[in-house]
């Protein structure tokens, strides 16, 4: 069963406006962990931003925020104030408790493009 | 400096040959994981590794094993089993708690 969903396979912004990456998510584990990365395209993976499913506040860094709603199972990226150097995919992933040990698993992600 | 180190970036593997992905990490890190990623897709989990001598399957284990003898070492081999071996590997690792995971730098694998 697919765990976390990213329905938008592309998305374009204009530069230095706001862009909502969508993620959705399902887990019946109480506790767990959600994780946005930027994968530019030489393939190295960004880590963005954490927010934990006890945390009480959606997690900010810089010009990226979770919009984080537990009880939809949503937890949207928001980039505020778009920058070129923000074209790149973006992927959504949840850390939970598997089998001998906690895995991580990642959506199909979404590819922002942003236009000058 | 601390990190994660794949090798080789690029690797060829002919029709029947096994091939073995290194993954090294000075991190001190107990968890180790292996993804792979075809062109425009996301990561999918093969083999993932709490503790030393212990490791489970991911969601696409099949044509792939894995050996954990050392914490710094997590090296998977891609047998002829995997009848389409042509990706991007991605290892990664992760601490304590919340912590994100940290990534190496991939190895592109190709058939010849």
């Known amino acids: 069963a697919q765990k976390i969903t990213q329905t938008q396979p592309g998305m374009f912004v204009q530069e230095k406006e706001a862009v909502t990456l969508d993620c959705t998510y399902d887990?019946?584990?109480?506790?767990?962990?959600l994780f946005w990365y930027k994968q530019p395209s030489s393939g190295e993976m960004i880590f963005l931003i954490y927010q934990g499913s006890y945390d009480q506040q959606n997690a900010t860094e810089g010009r990226y925020s979770l919009n984080f709603q537990k009880a939809r199972k949503s937890a949207n990226l928001v980039i505020s104030a778009s920058q070129l150097g923000d074209s790149a995919m973006y992927f959504c992933?949840?850390?939970?408790?598997?089998?001998?040990?906690?895995?991580?698993?990642f959506g199909a992600g979404t590819r922002l493009f942003v236009k000058a | 400096d601390g990190g994660i180190t794949q090798s080789p970036k690029y690797l060829f593997r002919k029709e029947g040959q096994n091939v073995t992905l290194s993954c090294e990490q000075n991190l001190n890190h107990d968890a180790m994981y292996w993804y792979r990623q075809d062109p425009g897709q996301g990561l999918r989990l093969i083999y993932y590794?709490?503790?030393?001598?212990?490791?489970q399957k991911g969601d696409i284990a099949e044509g792939y094993s894995v050996s954990r003898e050392k914490k710094e070492s997590f090296p998977l081999t891609v047998t002829s089993a995997q009848k389409n071996p042509t990706a991007f590997y991605l290892c990664?690792?992760?601490?304590?708690?919340?912590?994100?995971?940290?990534f190496g730098d991939g190895t592109r694998l190709s058939i010849l």
């Open positions: 887990t019946s584990d109480p506790s767990y962990g």
């Open positions: 992933a949840m850390r939970e408790e598997g089998t001998g040990g906690f895995k991580t698993i």
């Open positions: 590794s709490q503790i030393v001598n212990d490791f």
């Open positions: 990664a690792s992760v601490g304590q708690g919340n912590q994100p995971q940290h």
